[in-house]
T-cell receptor
Framework: ELKVEQNPLFLSMQEGKNYTIYCNYS?????LYWYRQDPGKSLESLFV?????AVKQEGRLMASLDTKARLSTLHITAAVHDLSATYFC????????????FGTGTRLQVTL | DSGVTQTPKHLITATGQRVTLRCSPR?????VYWYQQSLDQGLQFLIQ???????AKGNILERFSAQQFPDLHSELNLSSLELGDSALYFC???????????????FGEGSRLTVL
């Protein structure tokens, strides 16, 4: 059973600051996904990382994947209030590519 | 808008009752997934269907069942409801016949179930 752990669970940061959210997973997985969820809303796909060393950037967010270390990171650069949300990482078991197992989520609060 | 449609958006019912949640996947997607999100359990995978057949099963209770119909829409049936079943139920879809299949899931807006 794939287990996905995120840290921190809660992050309060000031606007303009940088920070990184970490996602560790327990077994071999060749891909990793990041999602964003606003309170009470749906999950929005942010990044799809499909291979070791993959790096993707969108605005102030950058995600990377290290399959050997079983680690993905979501880096936030110069945070703004609009980034306040809960961020989830998720991974499938290699070879199944069916269900995604989600991490516990990191609730990000960006303050002025 | 992900293209995944779920109904109803909100549902309030009593313990012991039965409800049906409905999901229409994105046009062309063959796979439908059901997830339950609650405060204490997080986002839990329930079940996956692919082109009408059950493909994977997660932490789905025996009181819950699902199916995917020939037109690819899916229904999640929850019976003998308990207070603890109150949650946000998401449907997601993936694996369309056109384009690359990255395994990315596209989520609907969810159905919020409140059991009183």
């Amino acid at each position: 059973e794939l287990k996905v752990e995120q840290n921190p669970l809660f992050l309060s940061m000031q606007e303009g600051k940088n920070y990184t959210i970490y996602c560790n997973y327990s077994t071999t997985s060749d891909r990793l996904y990041w999602y964003r969820q606003d309170p009470g809303k749906s999950l929005e796909s942010l990044f799809v990382l499909l291979s070791n060393g993959a790096v993707k950037q969108e605005g102030r967010l950058m995600a990377s994947l290290d399959t050997k270390a079983r680690l993905s990171t979501l880096h936030i650069t110069a945070a703004v209030h609009d980034l306040s949300a809960t961020y989830f990482c998720a991974g499938p078991l290699t070879g199944t590519a069916s269900k995604l197992t989600f991490g516990t989520g990191t609730r990000l609060q960006v303050t002025l | 808008d992900s293209g995944v449609t779920q109904t109803p958006k909100h549902l309030i019912t009593a313990t012991g009752q039965r409800v049906t949640l409905r999901c229409s996947p994105r046009s062309g997607d063959l796979s439908v997934y059901w997830y339950q999100q609650s405060l204490d359990q997080g986002l839990q995978f329930l079940i996956q269907y692919y082109n009408g057949e059950e493909r994977a099963k997660g932490n789905i209770l025996e009181r819950f069942s699902a199916q995917q119909f020939p037109d690819l829409h899916s229904e999640l049936n929850l019976s003998s409801l308990e207070l603890g079943d109150s949650a946000l139920y998401f449907c997601a879809s993936s694996y369309g016949l056109a384009g690359p299949n990255t395994g990315e899931l596209f989520f609907g807006e969810g159905s919020r179930l409140t059991v009183l």
